[in-house]
């Protein structure tokens, strides 16, 4: 973790190279520093301002809802996008409904995608205090499940519902508070268990056991394995994740309890998004820094070679089927010129 960043919501200035020299000068909106979807993006401006490419200040901490919007409306250059957000943009739906179809649609036409990674597994935690019985205890208990707004909530309340049958305030009750008060939340212990994006290991987790020991219960595997969890698991930007248990899979002082030697969960993948109108050029580059320099970005944090960063698999980028959004052209040929094959419908 040489160069984790541990306040939430920061503008992180990572350009180390002096502004007088880089070509362009950029905006970029992504997750709490601690991140897969934030190392990236943090990983990329370093080396983009090293090389002299691009200036990018950051700002971390974002609800990624409003930076895919600012992003389509040109108010920011670069943000982080979990796939299922262009997709109900696109449709005018849950956070973007007050847009309606039509301004969703024309929004999301604006985006493309540069390169894509695996943000987060979701999964529900509890302390051992707790001696909380698991997704079967879910009913009248109160759950932390994520920030008042956007597309982690969504995720959360989509699964207590697929493993349970229930919707907050009828069988559990919910609480959202931001990401920067998150590691709080958990510790203050008013919440008897949480619903939320862990990597492996999980930075946000790991600080939390330092209180007490944790459990991380692995999704049902009749849940995840039958009709509702296999489409859930191939819904846009979603990912069904079959992890090996291994020691410390989420951190120290932290056990999976799974009905097997695996633990199981749904993840969201999604990428770094810019308009489709940004010069092909300066996508080319800033792709091209990306897949150069994958090798620094994956020794950033220990979460990160479990980033999927790389991939070009469909089913591991959230590309194609019913994601609107396409690769841009510059990124295109980075990654073709870099020898990898991007499948036709991921291409504009």
Same mark, same amino acid.
């Given at each position: 973790? $040489? ?58 901490? !974002? ?26 943009? $696109? ?6 409904? %007050? ?12 985006? $493309? ?53 229930? =919707? ?42 330092? %209180? ?5 219960? %692995? ?23 079959? !992890?090996?248990?291994? =020691? ?23 990428? =770094? ?39 070009? =698999? ?35």
């Amino acid at each position: 973790m $040489s160069k984790l960043i541990k306040t939430a919501g920061v503008i992180a200035a990572v350009a180390v190279g002096s502004a007088a020299h880089a070509q362009a000068n950029l905006t970029g909106e992504t997750t709490p520093p601690t991140e897969i979807a934030a190392q990236t993006m943090l990983g990329v401006a370093e080396l983009a301002a090293t090389s002299g490419l691009a200036n990018i200040q950051v700002a971390a901490g !974002q609800t990624l809802t409003n930076s895919v919007q600012n992003v389509a409306e040109g108010k920011t250059d670069i943000a982080a996008a979990p796939f299922i957000l262009p997709f109900l943009m $696109s449709k005018g739906a849950g956070p973007y409904a %007050s847009l309606g179809a039509d301004k969703g649609a024309e929004l999301t036409a604006n985006l $493309s995608v540069l390169y894509t990674y695996r943000f987060a597994v979701f999964g529900l935690s509890s302390y051992e205090s707790k001696n909380f019985g698991g997704w079967d205890a879910l009913e009248g208990a109160t759950v932390y499940n994520g920030p008042p707004r956007g597309a982690a909530l969504n995720k959360a309340r989509a699964m207590a519902r697929l493993a349970t049958g229930m =919707d907050e305030g009828k069988g559990y009750t919910g609480v959202q508070v931001n990401w920067g008060q998150a590691v709080a939340t958990i510790t203050d212990g008013s919440a008897d268990a949480h619903i939320l994006p862990m990597n492996f290991p999980d930075a946000r987790h790991s600080q939390a056991a330092a %209180s007490g020991g944790m459990v991380v219960h %692995s999704f049902p595997k009749a849940a995840f394995e039958g009709e509702p969890g296999t489409k859930f698991g191939k819904a846009p930007g979603s990912a069904a994740v079959v !992890q090996p248990i291994e =020691d410390e899979l989420f951190g120290p002082n932290i056990r999976v309890v799974s009905e097997d030697e695996f633990f199981r969960g749904y993840a969201d993948i999604g990428g =770094d998004v810019v308009s489709v109108s940004m010069d092909e050029e300066l996508a080319y580059a800033l792709t091209k820094t990306f897949l150069d320099g994958m090798d620094k970005i994956t020794m950033r944090t220990p979460s990160m070679p479990k980033g999927w960063l790389g991939e070009t =698999d469909p089913a591991m980028t959230g590309m194609c089927g019913p994601n609107p959004i396409k690769y841009h052209p510059g990124a295109v040929r980075a990654w073709e010129e870099a020898g990898y094959t991007l499948p036709d419908c991921a291409k504009p």
